[in-house]
């Protein structure tokens, strides 16, 4: 089983709602989680497993609330080559930034030398409305890969 840390950025609350209907999936799998809405790299451990939940807000911006992690990780450039990590983008397809913060942070963990679990999923909320769904059926499908 393992230790898994889900990350969110969120400006209105969908993305931690997703982030906290996934810990307790994950919870009943038998993993241990945190959530952690805030997130600061000093804190955090650099060898388990991340799940960033993110929406994108402006114009194709990170939500504030992970902004200074992000500033964190372009600064500081941690060796992220023994994380494992996974991202899901809520977004609005009638944006043409759509999903563009989970992209980009997915982009940018890769380049720190993080390996992705399973492929991201960039939630439309437009189309789906409850957006735990497509994020529950998307943990069903790559779930395995987290008890690596
Ligand atoms: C002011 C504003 C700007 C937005 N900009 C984008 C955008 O650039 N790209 C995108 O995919 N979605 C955009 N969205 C849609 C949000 O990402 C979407 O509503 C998401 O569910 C919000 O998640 P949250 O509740 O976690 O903040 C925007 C929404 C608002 C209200």
Redesign the pocket.
């Known amino acids: 089983m393992s230790q898994i840390t889900l990350i969110t950025g ?7 709602y997703v982030a906290d209907h996934l810990a307790d999936l994950l919870e009943q799998e038998g993993h241990q989680t945190e959530t952690v809405n805030r997130a600061d790299l000093a804190n955090l451990t650099l060898d388990n497993t991340w799940l960033v939940v993110c ?6 911006e990170f ?1 504030d609330n992970i902004q200074p992690f992000i500033q964190q990780l372009t600064e500081q450039k941690p060796d992220l080559s023994q994380l494992k990590y996974a991202v899901i983008g ?3 397809s009638s ?1 043409d ?4 913060a989970a992209k980009n942070l997915d982009q940018q963990l890769s380049s720190l030398g993080a390996t992705r679990l399973g492929e991201r999923l960039d939630i439309d ?1 437009s189309k789906d409305p409850v ?1 735990e769904d497509p994020a529950e059926a998307w943990l069903a499908e790559w779930k395995n890969a987290f008890c690596e």
């Open positions: 969120s400006t209105l609350g969908g993305a931690e929406s994108t807000h402006g114009a194709g939500p809520l977004g609005d944006y930034t759509f999903c563009a909320v957006p």
